[in-house]
C-alpha cells in the first residue's frame, strides 16, 4: 500500500461489464481497509469500507473481498456505468501505523467504455 | 450536510510567497487531517488533528509548512515560503470519533511558478 508515482494502472471496461480493481497492502497488522474514487479535479470520495474480521462486503453494486493470508484487498463493480470512470483507491489503517492514520494504495484508473 | 469545504480551490503563486490553505470540517467531526496528492507520491498526509490540537505531524515536508486549528471549524496550512515543488493538490479531510471513515474536500489545486 506504499504511495509510488508516475504510472498508474489502468482498467478498460466495456459498459455493463463487471470490473475488478485489486489492491495489495503492506502491513499485515491493518485491520480497516477503505476504498475512495476520485473522479478528475474532485477528493476521493468513500465507497466501501470494510473490517479484518470480515473477508466480504456488499454494497450497492460494489463488493469489497479481502484475503488477509496474501495481503490482498479487491473492490468489484456490478454491470459498471460510464459514471464509474474514476481513478479507485485503496487504503489500510491500524496496527503499527495507528487507527487514525490511512496509507494509501497507488491508484487504478478504471476507464468505462461505451 | 455541506460536506467539507476548502478555499481556494486554484491557487497560483510565485515562488518566495507565502501560501495560506483553508478548511472547514464537516460540523461535529473531531478529527481533521491534510494530505497533499502529487503524481510522484500519490496521497500523503502531512498532518491530524484531533479536538483542535495537533496530534502527528511527521509527514510536513520541513519547517516551511505550518497547520493550525484555532476552533473546531476552521483549519490552516500555510506554506512560507512557496517553492514550486510544493505544487500539488492539497485535500483537508475530517472524520468523527469513533468512526474510522474519512471524508475528503474538494481540494486545493497549488501551482508555485
Known amino acids: 500500500g506504499e504511495s509510488v508515482g508516475l504510472h498508474l494502472p489502468t482498467l478498460s471496461v466495456q459498459e455493463g461489464d463487471n470490473s475488478i480493481i485489486n489492491c495489495a497492502y503492506s502491513?499485515?497488522?491493518?485491520?480497516?481497509f477503505i476504498w475512495y474514487k476520485q473522479e478528475s479535479g474532485k477528493g476521493p470520495q468513500f465507497i466501501i469500507d470494510?473490517?479484518?474480521?470480515?473477508d466480504k462486503r456488499q454494497g450497492q453494486r460494489v463488493t469489497v473481498l479481502l484475503n488477509k493470508t496474501v495481503k490482498h484487498l479487491s473492490l468489484q463493480i456490478a454491470a459498471t456505468q460510464p459514471g464509474d470512470s474514476a481513478v479507485y483507491f485503496c487504503a489500510e489503517s491500524g496496527g503499527t501505523s495507528g487507527t487514525y492514520k490511512y496509507i494509501f494504495g497507488t491508484g487504478t484508473r478504471l476507464k468505462v467504455l461505451a | 450536510d455541506a460536506g467539507v469545504i476548502q478555499s481556494p480551490r486554484h491557487e497560483v503563486t510565485e515562488m518566495g510567497q507565502e501560501v495560506t490553505l483553508r478548511c472547514k470540517p464537516i460540523s461535529g467531526h473531531d478529527y481533521l487531517f491534510w494530505y497533499r496528492q502529487t503524481m510522484m507520491r500519490g496521497l500523503e498526509l502531512l498532518i491530524y488533528?484531533?479536538?483542535?490540537?495537533?496530534?502527528?505531524d511527521s509527514g510536513m515536508p520541513e519547517d516551511r509548512f505550518s497547520a493550525k486549528m484555532p476552533n473546531a471549524s476552521f483549519s490552516t496550512l500555510k506554506i512560507q515560503p512557496s517553492e514550486p515543488r510544493d505544487s500539488a493538490v492539497y485535500f483537508c479531510?475530517?472524520?468523527?470519533?469513533?468512526?474510522?471513515?474519512?471524508?475528503f474536500g474538494p481540494g486545493t489545486r497549488l501551482l508555485v511558478l
Open positions: 502491513n499485515s497488522a491493518s485491520d480497516y
Open positions: 470494510i473490517r479484518s474480521n470480515m
Open positions: 479531510a475530517s472524520r468523527v470519533g469513533g468512526m474510522e471513515t474519512q471524508y
Open positions: 488533528f484531533n479536538n483542535n490540537v495537533p496530534i502527528d
